[in-house]
């Protein structure tokens, strides 16, 4: 089991930047895929990022909305995983939530096992 919290949102004017932490339990951190979704109101989730677990490499996968513009990334060594968030712009405001999977690395947030319990992200025009 891995236990995930998020850390990082808050408010930001267009063009700005945040990034947002997921602090993970548990040692077996670098065993399990992870990924970062998020969900505006009256939204279903929506996939933003995905970083393999690390076998001695990893892969990335953003979606289009985002793409040239997050950055994820991971730190084995203090089980936490990052979105780099940058030109943000208001469309980009939701609850953004940390997932993590010992098998699953895509895009469906179904597929995912584990949450955390999200951090607001508010991006002013």
């Known amino acids: 089991q891995v236990q995930l919290v998020e850390s990082g949102g808050g408010l930001v004017q267009a063009g700005g930047s945040l990034r947002l932490s997921c602090a993970a339990s548990g040692r077996t951190f670098s065993g399990y895929h992870m990924a970062w979704f998020r969900q505006a109101p009256g939204k279903e989730r929506e996939f933003v990022a995905t970083?393999?677990?690390?076998?001695?490499?990893?892969?990335?996968y953003y979606a289009d909305s985002v793409k040239g513009r997050f950055t994820i990334s991971r730190d084995n060594a203090n089980n936490t995983v990052y979105l780099q968030m940058n030109s943000l712009t208001p469309e980009d405001t939701a609850v953004y939530y940390c997932?993590?999977?010992?098998?699953?690395?895509?895009?469906?947030?179904?597929?995912?096992?584990?949450w955390g319990q999200g951090t607001q992200v508010t991006v002013s025009s």
């Open positions: 970083i393999t677990r690390s076998r001695g490499y990893t892969y990335t």
């Open positions: 997932a993590a999977d010992g098998i699953y690395a895509g895009t469906n947030y179904l597929e995912y096992d584990y």
